[in-house]
């Protein structure tokens, strides 16, 4: 992704989340993004999988998958090579479709593959999921699945056609914690037996701690911090991760008050000038109100900030 901006426009005025914002995934890896709600996570994502909202456009930057230019969308990978797990799965199935109909038609459209080919396929890819009496469950409506079962049901969905990139969109937070520890536990199992790239994306930094080896963290459209997953939380460079990292509940800081970051998300129709976190920062310099960060590479890390403006190695 190279200085890709997402222009949105409302009844309010024009503007963008992300806002150039560049990375890349590689073959095996999985990258966590984390940000705030607004911050452009989704909307990221929905980009790379040509799905943006008929308001929305992208206005400049592009994305390359396999060193192809996939940004206009014409022949995109989607489903063959690309696919998506979407926060809610309930809603992200179709309610009058038998779960096996939805599942086995993706081999169907897109492998040409036959109804029982596709059957048996399917089956064998859900229960390597862990759903138990897969056949049965083929027979089932969405509505009669649990909430993990119809998450395991959208994994396996994305993981049929053996995609080279999926995309998992807050695939745990409409769960209860110990379904959520099963679906973190699939999403491991995954990253370990496939070759298949993960882009994880939360507003949760214990929950991506469980999976990434890297994180990318967002604020109001930007790019703030690109680390690999352990260094981050040893040593947050950028005020804003150093802040998020703070707020997670500690127990060793029994009884004393939990952290926060003072402020609010600014917003993206008026955003600040220069440093967009610099209203709500305590460490800011003078010129962070008047010019954007510079993006410092320091070793195998990436921050956008002035206080490592000669720092760069």
């Known amino acids: 992704m190279e200085d890709l901006a997402v222009e949105f426009k409302t009844r309010l005025g024009k503007f963008c989340a992300p806002d150039g914002v560049t990375f890349s995934v590689f073959e095996s890896e999985c990258v966590g993004l984390v940000g705030e709600s607004g911050s452009g996570k989704s909307v990221t994502a929905l980009a790379i999988m040509g799905l943006l909202a008929k308001n929305a456009r992208v206005a400049r930057g592009r994305i390359l998958f396999d060193g192809v230019d996939i940004t206009s969308g ?46 048996k396929r399917v089956i064998e890819t859900m229960a390597k999921l862990g759903i138990p009496e897969a056949e049965k469950m083929l027979e089932r409506y969405p509505f009669e699945y ?22 998992a969109d807050e695939p745990t937070t409409a769960l209860d ?116 960060p510079p993006e410092v590479q320091m070793k195998d890390r990436i921050v956008k900030c002035w206080l490592y403006e000669k720092a760069g190695i």
């Open 74 to 119: 014409n022949d995109h990978p989607r489903g063959k090579k690309m696919s998506m797990v979407f926060q809610n799965p309930l809603n992200s199935l179709n309610p009058n479709m038998k779960i096996g109909q939805q599942l086995c038609e993706v081999l169907e459209e897109n492998f040409k593959m036959g109804k029982e080919e596709a059957r």
């Open 146 to 167: 649990s909430g993990g079962m119809r998450q395991r049901a959208m994994i396996a969905m994305a993981m049929l056609c053996e995609p080279k990139l999926l995309i």
């Open 177 to 292: 914690v110990t379904i959520q520890a099963q679906i973190m536990r699939l999403f491991k199992q995954l990253k370990s037996s496939s070759r298949t790239s993960i882009l994880f994306i939360s507003h949760d930094l214990s929950v991506v701690s469980q999976i990434a080896d890297r994180i990318i963290v967002m604020y109001a459209g930007k790019i703030c911090e690109i680390s690999p997953a352990k260094q981050l939380f040893e040593d947050p460079l950028h005020p804003y991760t150093q802040g998020l990292i703070a707020s997670v509940p500690n127990l060793k800081r029994k009884g004393s008050k939990l952290h926060s970051i003072e402020g609010n998300v600014p917003s993206l129709l008026d955003p600040p000038s220069g440093c967009r976190f610099h209203p709500r920062c305590n460490k800011k310099l003078e010129v962070c109100s008047r010019q954007e």
